[in-house]
């Protein structure tokens, strides 16, 4: 079966240009998120229950919800947002910076390239009453893959990154998925102490 017969990706600017109905508006979409449960990453929870709504509204991200097209359950949700991002030269192969030359400038002082590009923010299943066991990662990833090929087929651009914990699964995972490491950072956030996250891109 084809992945857009089985699930659905909503935009959650359906919910909010609907303002304060009760039955389809901001006041559902609070409902919604609140079923929403990650005991493997709690920041990814965090944000979809406290920041991704003011996110979007400032157009700092998108949210997308990922719903189930046979039972309607909420089974996950991803993230996407424009960000600049600088890329080390000797961080990368020579096919990646011969395309990436192409939407970058290149800063000989820091031997880097600087971009725009598309970040898969966040990423994460609904584990409430056990939804994670309906989408696999690699699904809920080529979702959020088809909505930046949408935006790259309206805008342009050739770079998608995302960060991710220094996890050999997780970053397993990403490479199965043709991302690759090009950098890390350390990063802190509210349910953490300072930590490293690592950095890996691909190109549309």
Not at 50 to 62: A, H, I, L, W
Not at 167 to 192: G, V
Request: charged content about 30%.
């Amino acid at each position: 079966m084809l992945i857009k017969d089985k699930y659905i990706k909503i935009n959650i600017r359906e919910y909010l240009a609907l303002g304060a109905d009760d039955d389809a508006g901001e006041p559902a979409l609070d409902r919604l998120l609140s079923e929403f449960s990650c005991p493997k990453n709690p920041d990814v929870e965090y944000f979809l229950k406290n920041n991704c709504v003011e996110f979007t509204k400032k157009n700092q991200s998108v949210t997308y919800l990922v719903m189930s097209m046979e039972k309607g359950e909420f089974l996950g949700y991803f993230t996407i947002a424009l960000k600049p991002l600088t890329v080390r030269d000797e961080m990368v192969s020579n096919t990646v910076k011969r395309k990436i030359k192409r939407v970058s400038e290149f800063d000989s002082q820091t031997n880097s390239y600087t971009m725009s590009a598309y970040l898969i923010a966040q990423l994460g299943k609904n584990y409430t009453d056990g939804r994670n066991k309906e989408i696999t990662g690699t699904e809920l990833l080529e979702l959020a893959w088809s909505v930046i090929e949408d935006m790259q087929y309206r805008g342009g651009g050739m770079v998608v990154f995302l960060e991710a914990n220094n996890e050999e699964k997780l970053l397993s995972f990403y490479r199965d998925n043709k991302f690759r490491q090009f950098d890390t950072r350390l990063t802190a956030s509210k349910e953490a102490e300072p930590h490293e996250l690592v950095q890996l891109l691909r190109l549309l």
